[in-house]
C-alpha cells in the first residue's frame, strides 16, 4: 500500500511540474551573486537606539519555544510585576543560575535580520545587582 501511494504521489508531481503544449517558458529575471570585502559585514547592523532599559532577571531557566526547545531567561521592567521570557541572551553579560539580577541594558534596533531572530540587540550597560536565591 506504502509503494502504491508513493508511485502515486511521483507520477502526480511529475504531470504537475511539466508544461502544457502551447504555453511559453516565463522570462526568470538573472540574478547576481553579491561579494563582501573583508571591510564589509554580513551581520545585521544597528539602524538606531531605542534607549536604556533597566530589567529584573529571574534566577532560574524556564522552557520556552523559539524556533526549537531552549532555555529561556525570565525578565521583567522596571516598574512590572509581569515576568516574560526573554528569547535572546544580552551582550556582555553571563547569567548564573540561583541568582537574581537588576541589570541596565541597552536597546539597538537591528536591520537587515534573518526571519527567526530578534530586531532588537541587548547590550549590558551595568550590573545593578546580583542577589543570591
Do not use: H
Not at 36 to 41: I, V, Y
Not at 47 to 52: D, F, I, P, R, Y
Not at 94 to 107: D, H, L, S
Request: charged share 30%; with cysteine.
Amino acid at each position: 500500500m506504502k509503494k502504491i501511494l508513493l508511485l502515486a504521489a511521483v507520477v502526480g508531481f511529475a504531470f504537475t511540474s511539466c508544461k502544457k503544449d502551447g504555453e511559453t517558458e516565463t522570462p526568470v529575471a538573472e540574478t547576481t551573486e553579491q561579494t563582501t570585502t573583508p571591510t564589509e559585514s554580513t551581520e545585521a547592523t544597528p539602524e538606531e537606539v531605542l534607549g536604556n532599559q533597566t530589567l529584573t532577571i529571574a534566577s532560574k531557566l524556564v522552557d520556552c519555544t523559539g524556533v526549537a526547545p531552549m532555555k529561556c531567561m525570565q525578565v521583567k521592567e522596571e516598574g512590572s510585576d509581569e515576568w516574560t521570557n526573554m528569547y535572546t541572551g544580552i551582550e556582555g553579560f553571563t547569567y548564573e543560575e540561583g541568582y537574581e539580577y537588576v541589570v541596565e541594558i541597552k536597546r539597538e534596533k537591528l536591520e537587515n535580520v534573518p526571519a527567526d531572530a530578534s530586531s532588537i540587540k541587548y547590550i549590558l550597560v551595568k550590573e545593578i545587582s546580583k542577589t543570591k536565591k
